[in-house]
């Protein structure tokens, strides 16, 4: 039995980092249709940047607290001046352009993001400074859940909250509604459209850059290819959920974590992803919007 | 002739970029032995050179625009190569004059460079089978490096463990792989378009993966080794023979290729492919089976990649799980955006460019990939419809006393 909550809670942590790099990728899908190759990338420029900055702040001595606190910020402000700066440069010069260009750009913007922080950093594997320290209130249940895992799983429901909440009933929150429904609309009735599609990166990178905080300092360890396979298994969740719903994302992303988890702890541990693809396949074959997506009815 | 605005807005350009830049370009931690390098002169080569780059940018889409305007005034001129493409007194002596360098090549340079040109040549067939079905149909595929690893694996398979020759599995790998593709397809190509590609992409690495963790199937990551070459009629070969052998039977397959698309873009089913591309719904309604015809166009793109897969295997003597990523479907896949979809020529420009760019550029080869995805974006960006867009085939009505004159279409 503790085998099992122990793979539950793993289950659930995993899922819930899937979450944060999930709802990335669903809400520039809801709202400019475009798959965004690039944003793994920019989940592992914001592990990169909380890494540095950690580690710069631990040298010189900072309180961990404090640490965390810059490193979260840190990570957050940078990757969201990477997705906004992406889409400036790579996607809106090609809003009009044929269905496939910019998902091309995407992945040239991908590989070049690789290969810019492989340059400028490099291609080691780099040890992450343990920024979440072991509760002693959890000491009791420790061999089954660990602190970090806690952490992550009270940070993530705290951002789906205030993510809920952002989209729900604030201006900038509607306006992106307005515009996943209908572009052209929205423009008639006076949102600016440019500057909600400059929001939904900002905001879908600043959550994978917690996500890549979290994970980091979780796994302890990280490199500048992490991000590729993170993408693929967050759209996988994104899917999964029925591509651009953001509840739909949540639980898809909680689904593809509890059944990697359950799959390697009963199974097999070698064929880890391929359970993640072989679940995405079937649930499109057997139910191709996704779990929570609407089926498109297209009118002739 | 510059306005200090423009100067403004790219100094205030430079500026973002040297603080976008600032963690990751200046500040380089070594976390073991605790100390912090400050690198600012990385900081001001970002913020200088960002500074000429945009104004470069801004240089060149005055000039775009200035051209554009020019066009509307008179009717577009049609671009040289399709004017080419179109005049058959130009296009065969063309024709004749590639193919003839493409025969003499191996006498005209060395062995290595024999090699890097039968490596651009095996991509140019990847290229022209997967524009079968991202060009043509509409199909994107990003998981199409898994028929070619079908196809390697099938040759390095088949002889380890039944002796098989290259030519008699030559057929077999791309039959297999075409197999594959309907097995794939048959459930898959009911989805919508993204689906479709994040599919495929999920299915390439399940291939990928099981090739690299089912150990008593094939030998897991180290691969399989000593793969022979391909025979001719028992002749034994030099190395230096074996690989301008093999470089013509590339280039015979290119000119098969080349053909049996060329033939198969004008046929009933070709033109089916193209109506399927552009509008499902009045495609169906016009009686074309949309299934059937996915269908044929997604294991037609295996087939070539298995094919190739067989050749791969033969040229390099070795495969192992990591020569098929997902970075190579990428690779070939921009092939085809970079040259042009659905453009045939386009596709072997652009498989003739991005393979051999980086062979040459070897110097430089740290900085290899990260020119090739930034070509990739400032290709999209400025030319998005690639290199050599594809001439819609259109039909000219002439020789009629009609008083109106010539009707086109």
Redesign the interface.
């Given at each position: 039995m503790d085998y099992f909550i122990e793979l539950l809670f793993g289950g659930l942590t995993r899922g819930s980092i899937y979450a944060l790099i999930a709802l990335g990728y669903t809400m520039v899908?809801g709202i400019i249709?475009l798959?965004n190759f690039a944003h793994g990338e920019i989940y592992m420029?914001g592990a990169?940047?909380s890494?540095?900055?950690a580690?710069?702040l631990s040298?010189y001595g900072f309180p961990l607290l404090a640490i965390v606190v810059i490193a979260a910020v840190?990570a957050a402000v940078?990757s969201s001046?990477?997705g906004f700066?992406v889409e400036k440069?790579?996607y809106r010069?090609?809003r009009k352009?044929?269905?496939?260009?910019?998902?091309?750009?995407a992945?040239?913007?991908?590989?070049?993001?690789?290969?810019?922080?492989l340059?400028?950093?490099t291609s080691d594997f780099?040890?992450f400074?343990e920024l979440i320290p072991e509760f002693a209130f959890m000491e009791p249940v420790a061999h089954i859940v660990g602190s970090s895992d806690m952490v992550i799983l009270v940070t993530t429901a705290v951002v789906m909250v205030a993510l809920t909440c952002l989209i729900k009933f604030t201006k900038i929150g509607k306006a992106m509604r307005a515009t996943a429904q209908d572009k052209t609309m929205a423009v008639l009735v006076g949102v600016n459209v440019d500057r909600v599609i400059s929001a939904t990166f900002i905001i879908g990178s600043a959550l994978a850059a917690i996500g890549g905080l979290l994970i980091a300092s979780h796994i302890g360890q990280i490199n500048f290819y992490i991000g590729?396979l993170a993408g693929?298994k967050a759209?996988?969740a994104a899917?999964l959920g029925g591509?651009g719903s953001i509840p739909g994302a949540v639980l898809g992303s909680l689904v593809l974590g509890l059944t990697e988890s359950f799959a390697t702890g009963y199974i097999s541990s070698?064929?880890e992803?391929?359970f993640?693809?072989?679940l995405?396949?079937l649930i499109?074959?057997f139910k191709?919007s996704g779990l929570l997506g609407k089926a498109?009815t297209?009118k002739? | 002739m510059f306005p200090v605005k423009e100067l403004k807005r790219s100094a205030l350009i430079s500026l973002?970029f040297a603080?976008?830049?600032?963690?990751?370009?200046v500040?380089?931690?070594d976390?073991?032995e605790?100390?912090?390098h400050w690198r600012w002169d990385?900081m001001f080569f970002i913020a200088f050179g960002s500074f000429v780059l945009s104004i470069l940018a801004k240089v060149f889409m005055i000039q775009k625009e200035r051209r554009a305007s020019r066009k509307k005034r008179k009717i577009a001129a049609e671009p040289l190569i399709q004017r080419i493409a179109r005049e058959p007194r130009f296009l065969y002596p063309l024709v004749v004059a590639c193919f003839a360098f493409g025969v003499s090549f191996p006498f005209l340079f060395s062995t290595y460079q024999t090699n890097i040109m039968t490596t651009a040549l095996m991509y140019v067939v990847l290229g022209l089978g997967l524009n079968i079905v991202?060009g043509v149909a509409g199909l994107?595929d990003l998981g199409y490096v898994a028929f070619y690893a079908v196809g390697a694996y099938s040759y390095a398979l088949l002889n380890l463990n039944f002796d098989m020759g290259f030519w008699a599995v030559l057929p077999i790998g791309g039959l297999l792989a075409a197999f594959l593709g309907v097995i794939l397809g048959f459930?898959?190509l009911?989805?919508?378009?993204?689906?479709l590609?994040?599919?495929t992409?999920?299915?390439g690495?399940?291939i990928r993966?099981?090739l690299e963790?089912w150990n008593a199937f094939s030998q897991g990551p180290s691969g399989i080794a000593n793969i022979p070459r391909p025979g001719f009629f028992g002749m034994e070969m030099t190395f230096a023979g074996g690989i301008t052998y093999i470089y013509y039977i590339v280039l015979v397959l290119v000119v098969i290729t080349i053909f049996v698309v060329n033939r198969l873009q004008n046929s009933r089913l070709g033109r089916a492919w193209l109506a399927l591309r552009e509008d499902e719904?009045?495609c169906q309604a016009m009686g074309i089976d949309k299934t059937k015809t996915k269908l044929i166009a997604f294991s037609l793109g295996a087939f070539w990649a298995g094919f190739v897969g067989v050749l791969f295997a033969a040229k390099t003597t070795f495969v192992n799980p990591a020569s098929f990523t997902?970075?190579e479907s990428?690779i070939i896949?921009?092939i085809v955006?970079?040259g042009g979809?659905g453009s045939i020529i386009g596709v072997i420009v652009g498989a003739l460019i991005l393979i051999l760019l980086p062979e040459y550029l070897r110097a430089l080869s740290?900085?290899r990939?990260?020119a090739?995805?930034?070509?990739?974006?400032i290709?999209?960006?400025f030319k998005?419809?690639g290199i050599i867009s594809n001439v819609r085939r259109s039909y000219k009505f002439k020789g009629t006393n009609t008083p109106e004159g010539e009707i086109h279409e």
């Open positions: 899908y249709g798959i420029i990169f940047t890494f540095i900055v580690t710069v040298i840190a940078w001046a990477y700066t440069l790579a010069p090609l352009a044929p269905r496939l260009a910019p998902l091309i750009s992945i040239g913007m991908s590989i070049f993001l690789q290969n810019y922080v340059l400028a950093q780099l040890p400074p590729f693929i759209f996988t899917v591509i070698d064929y992803d391929v993640a693809f072989s995405l396949v499109l074959i191709p498109e297209k002739v | 973002w603080f976008l830049t600032f963690p990751i370009m500040i380089k931690v976390p073991i605790r100390i912090v990385n991202v994107l459930p898959v009911r989805l919508r378009g993204d689906y590609a994040i599919v992409l999920g299915f690495e399940i993966l099981v963790n719904i009045a997902f970075l990428a896949l921009s955006v970079l979809m740290e900085y990939m990260l090739f995805g930034a070509i990739l974006v290709m999209m960006v998005p419809e």
